[in-house]
């Protein structure tokens, strides 16, 4: 049976190990986990070792050594979930089904646990079954789950609304409403030429939408002057940010103009190889995404002699990722990519140079794709016209939390924060998150400050919090979050997260001194400027972000107020003062007072 | 390439292809490290290493030296964010030094004495590890073990073997062995391996050998790491 089975993964995955993940996805949805006679055939039908099989399963998320429930619940544990009731759905869920957070009930059907933001906050509380998603969980929809859970119905026969997304677009800007026909930046591109149109991409100014916001322009030009080959294009669609959705939207809605940027890239820096690094929780996009694929190949977007162009050869993988935050980190992925567990790379070199199997490789967001898409098609200056000078264009954003209207916005770079919660419906607002965990929290004094890579960038996640909110369980989830998705692979993080989630935890529940807050505040500096990689750098970024903007609500929280002198409270605020960028009488502690 | 740089004033030769601590370490400037070793492919995650280059912080053990580089390794922050470091590698395993028999050759206390480290300062996690006796002649005490890979790069790249491997995520760390079993008498490692002999800490211990130096006589007893780094380590080198 298994032999069977393992025979046929392998011939589809075509023996390949850099498909390790892939193939370990099929073991676990058909065994509920992988077993060990699994690793071994694995082991030495790839002729890798079967330490790298293990050590690639305890790595994510979605793979288990031990048995899951034939019904494996997920619910996501994303603070807008969390606000939305995710411990009541877990709770009923938990006495409905008679099995434990955490466990698996003993007759093997049903397993249920938390998970990181699964990419639906827009309508939490939501979930995942087996992969697929639940969206807007509450206890009818639950009722009827857990009845066809119970009669060990086949997922394939549940009603497909109990699955059903929304794509809710609350306000479409500049490349959300442009029309585009299949093949129109590549006509574009093609008669324009391909040294004019990177010239266009140069004179567009697009900076990557994936968070860093590096010149897209720039990364091209560099990769296609390497003289390596092949050269591979890869879509980062790992969109793990907590709140963030958009690029779900846009693989559902608008995966042909993601593709075929991908494609005018390609054609640019002389590729033959695209790969899409879809995250394991938008498994319900993958059949419609190799549908469209297909389409495109028919319409000779893809494969060889795209548009009867000679030599023009490129087709596009989709490759699954298996629930790691930090595969979302370029070089973590091209690892994951590779077989391997997501451990980002030192560098230099960087991917440009030496990415995916060692050789010159783009990797971009879905966003960015979809703008360079229709850069190719208008042009620089139609793009570069919006927006502010080092920021230009238009940016989606992901808006969830305390607001009438959660879903997508599009709006030009420079938009006040003030402008985008009127828009969304938010009121009596006590923060927003900015980027997400990795991003910035601001206070309701902040509002005036404006979407730009110059002041509060995004990769697109926007929470609002209302007056209603507990500033303690926002930086609380975050902070757990980073140590949930710490990689491990370098000390400060590795110990330096999980040490930040005890000291947090000590500091609200109301066991913290003055000089456990000091404390707190040095070891977010050793954490942040001794990391490895992006995460490390900003998993202290939700405790210096909230201490920064209600440094007295943390004050509130010590158990002796009183201070010894030997602390100067308001000097350990510095650092968080200067990276969210505020000097203002608010952020500073009026200390020693009584 | 090669040229000079500056590490904290002093001018310093590279040559083409070294990384800013071989160059330290061929001068006789020491940076402290753990995963670092002379002769083994850069690994840089103990962070022990980390230095300012022309303003920026990287990893000394792999970023490459460059011209006309500004480095910055010692100085009063550098040095207590490096205790922290060693002192976060104590809490995370159990390190109970004088039951060791590491103690006195162990690069991990060797480090923590040349950083004046006086107590753990942070709490201790009380990591459930275990030990792997199973080998007639090596053994493995998984509390020790402070994932810096050497055994796992020593057992790949000089012994031609993969013994050994670094799995799960964040906290949850643990070295495991390339055998049916797990266990290492099931691997094919053997005495003369590399891999049994690179271990910085007292995770994997030849036995029958315990003791026959004395504590008190032994290497960190006599010279502090920062001197014997730039003599010994030298003579590892391929
Ligand atoms: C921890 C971490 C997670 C990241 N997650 C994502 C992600 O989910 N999607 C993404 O596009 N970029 C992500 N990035 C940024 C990528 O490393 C990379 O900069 C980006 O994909 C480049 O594409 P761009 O230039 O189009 O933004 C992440 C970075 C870090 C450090
Ligand atoms: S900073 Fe964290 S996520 Fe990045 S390499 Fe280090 S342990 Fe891994
Ligand atoms: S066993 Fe020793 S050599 Fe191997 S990773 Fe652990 S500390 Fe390093
Ligand atoms: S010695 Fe450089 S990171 Fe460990």
């Not at chain 1, 593709?259 to 929780?281: D, H, K």
């Amino acid at each position: 049976m298994l032999t069977t089975f393992l025979q046929k993964v392998l011939t589809e995955a075509d023996y390949q190990p850099f498909r390790l993940l892939g193939m370990l996805r099929k073991v676990q949805a058909q065994y509920q986990h992988i077993p060990p006679e699994a690793i071994d055939s694995l082991a030495e039908a790839l002729n890798i070792p079967r330490t790298q099989i293990i050590a690639v399963v305890e790595f994510y998320s979605f793979l288990h050594l031990t048995p899951q429930g034939r019904y494996d619940i997920l619910i996501s544990n994303s603070i807008t979930d969390q606000m939305l009731g995710n411990d009541q759905i877990i709770s009923y869920l938990s006495s409905t089904l008679n099995v434990k957070l955490g466990e698996v009930r003993d007759d093997g059907l049903v397993s249920l646990n938390h998970t990181s933001c699964s990419g639906m906050c827009d309508q939490g509380p939501a979930g995942l079954i087996n992969g697929y998603p639940l969206p807007r969980l509450d206890p009818p929809k639950i009722d009827r789950i857990v009845a066809l859970i119970e009669q060990q119905t086949p997922l394939t026969e549940w009603p497909p609304e109990l699955f059903h997304v929304e794509e809710i677009i609350h306000k479409p800007g500049l490349l959300l409403t442009q029309a585009f026909n299949n093949g129109d930046a590549l006509h574009a591109t093609f008669t324009r030429g391909l040294a004019e149109t990177l010239a266009e991409a140069d004179l567009s100014n697009l900076r990557g939408r994936g968070g860093a916001g590096f010149k897209t322009a720039l990364k091209w030009r560099t990769c296609s002057q390497q003289a390596a080959t092949p050269r591979y294009v890869i879509c980062n669609a790992d969109e793990g940010e907590p709140g963030t959705f958009k690029d779900r939207m846009l693989l559902d809605l608008y995966a042909d103009q993601v593709f075929e940027g991908m494609t005018v890239c390609a054609a640019i820096i002389g590729s033959n190889q695209g790969l899409l690094y879809l995250r394991g929780e938008y498994l319900f996009l993958y059949e419609k995404l190799l549908d469209v694929l297909q389409q495109r190949r028919e319409q000779g977007l893809l494969g060889t002699n795209i548009l009867g162009r000679a030599g023009f050869d490129f087709d596009i993988e989709i490759r699954m990722g298996a629930g790691a935050y930090i595969c979302g980190e370029a070089s973590a992925q091209i690892e994951s990519l590779e077989g391997k567990p997501g451990i980002p790379r030192t560098k230099p070199p960087n991917s440009v140079m030496c990415g995916y199997q060692r050789k010159p490789t783009v990797v971009d967001n879905v966003e960015t794709f979809l703008a360079s898409t229709h850069i190719a098609i208008h042009g620089g200056q139609w793009f570069a016209d919006i927006g502010t000078p080092q920021s230009t264009g238009t940016k989606l954003l992901s808006i969830s939390g305390d607001c009438a209207r959660p879903g997508i916005y599009e709006y030009p770079f420079g938009v006040s924060i003030r402008e985008i919660l009127q828009d969304c419906g938010a009121s009596d607002v006590m923060g927003v998150q900015v980027g997400g965990p990795s991003g910035t929290f601001i206070s309701n004094r902040e509002l005036d400050r404006v979407l730009a890579f110059e002041d509060l960038s995004s990769a697109g996640s926007f929470m609002v919090f209302n007056s209603t909110r507990n500033i303690f369980d926002i930086a609380r989830n975050f902070t757990d979050f980073f140590a949930h998705e710490s990689c491990g692979f370098c000390t400060p993080c590795r110990v330096g997260t999980s040490l930040l989630k005890q000291q947090l935890h000590k500091i609200i529940d109301g066991h913290g001194s003055a000089a456990d807050l000091e404390e707190l505040s040095e070891l977010c500096l050793v954490v942040r400027n001794n990391s490895h990689c992006g995460l490390g750098e900003s998993a202290a970024n939700p405790i210096l972000t909230t201490l920064a903007s209600y440094p007295d609500l943390y004050l509130k929280q010590l158990k002796h107020q009183e201070f010894s002198p030997g602390f100067d409270l308001d000097a350990t605020l510095n650092v968080a003062r200067r990276m969210a960028q505020r000097d203002d009488p608010s952020a500073h502690l009026m200390q020693v007072e009584n | 390439m090669s040229g000079t740089l500056t590490i904290d004033d002093q001018i310093i030769p590279f040559s083409d292809g070294q990384t800013i601590i071989e160059a330290a370490r061929t001068a006789g400037v020491y940076i402290p490290h753990l995963c670092h070793r002379p002769g083994y492919s850069p690994h840089g995650s103990c962070k022990l290493c980390t230095v300012f280059v022309n303003g920026r912080q990287c990893s000394a053990c792999t970023f490459p030296a460059a011209d006309g580089q500004k480095v910055i390794s010692t100085n009063e922050d550098m040095q207590q964010d490096r205790l922290r470091i060693t002192q976060m590698l104590f809490v995370e395993g159990n390190h109970f030094c004088p039951s060791c028999e590491k103690s006195g050759n162990c690069q991990l206390q060797g480090v923590a004495y040349h950083l004046n480290m006086l107590d753990n300062h942070f709490p201790h996690f009380y990591a459930q590890r275990e030990m792997d006796a199973s080998h007639p002649d090596i053994l493995i005490d998984h509390n020790r073990c402070i994932f810096c890979n050497l055994c796992v790069r020593a057992s790949r790249d000089k012994d031609g073997k993969n013994v050994f491997a670094i799995a799960g995520r964040g906290i949850n760390k643990r070295l495991i062995i390339n055998s049916p079993t797990g266990k290492l008498k099931d691997s094919d490692i053997s005495m003369d391996d590399c891999a049994a002999h690179v271990c910085p800490t007292g995770a994997i211990l030849i036995k029958h050998t315990g003791y026959q130096v004395p504590i008190g006589e032994r290497i960190y007893d006599h010279q502090p790491i920062s001197q014997v780094a730039c003599d010994t380590e030298a003579d590892h080198d391929e």
